[in-house]
């Protein structure tokens, strides 16, 4: 069984670039998180997929967005890069219904110069 | 606002002996709690977790435990292991395939 796996590990971009952050889920997930982790705090929920529907939003602004496809892997994007979205990007899938866990990849890791 | 709080940014503890991390929330309607452990360069690995109905959940070396009343959660890890040295951060979900809220991590290092 594969478990989460996420691309790039690590990426360098300018204030101001965009930036695509890929991630494929367990074998068998169909939901989908994203998390966001700042140097010395925890996870902090950006937005949540489900069956290629967004399904919760956490208290990041419209220039963060995401996708999930048919096969339940997701994308997320980030426009007009600023120096504060430097930070480790977590991924994690779950197998949806009523199920509380949720399994990570190991992040990418996210510089804005 | 922190709904999670995780008080002790860092713990030191010899090998053996017993490893406990705490855990204190804000939010009533929280109903499930988990346990993650993370080690640098990786990401965070599910640990344990424990229902709200439930005051403790056991596996293996590793032991949580919940107070409602007193909305507080704690990690036992006996024997502790040198390999247990990482980053422990307590979680809380309102239900299934909700996003968790997350502390901000306790640094647990033991020391041979």
């Known amino acids: 069984e594969t478990g989460v796996t996420q691309s790039p590990t690590h990426l360098i971009k300018t204030r101001g670039q965009q930036v695509t952050l890929r991630c494929s889920s367990q074998s068998g997930h169909n939901t989908v998180s994203w998390y966001q982790q700042a140097l010395g705090q925890g996870p902090q929920f950006i937005f949540q997929?489900?069956?290629?529907?967004?399904?919760g939003r956490g208290n990041f602004p419209p220039r963060f967005s995401g996708l999930q496809f048919p096969n339940y892997s997701s994308e997320l994007n980030v426009n007009a890069l600023e120096l504060d979205d430097s930070a480790l990007y977590l991924c994690?899938?779950?197998?949806?219904?009523?199920?509380?866990?949720?399994?990570f990849g190991p992040g990418t890791r996210l510089t804005v110069t | 606002d922190q709904q999670v709080k995780q008080n002790s940014p860092s713990l030191s503890v010899q090998e053996g002996r017993i490893s406990i991390l705490n855990c204190d929330y804000t939010n009533s309607m929280f109903d499930y709690f988990l346990w993650y452990k993370k080690y640098p360069a990786e990401g965070p690995t599910f640990l344990i977790s424990i229902s709200s109905i439930k005051d403790k959940n056991e596996d293996g070396r590793f032991t949580v435990f919940l107070n409602k009343s007193a909305k507080h959660l704690s990690l036992h890890i006996v024997p502790s292991q040198p390999g247990d040295s990482a980053v422990y951060f307590c979680a809380a979900s309102y239900s299934g395939n909700t996003p968790l809220v997350f502390g901000k991590g306790t640094r647990l290092s033991v020391i041979a």
């Open positions: 997929y489900y069956r290629e529907e967004e399904n």
């Open positions: 994690a899938s779950s197998p949806g219904g009523s199920s509380y866990e949720q399994y």
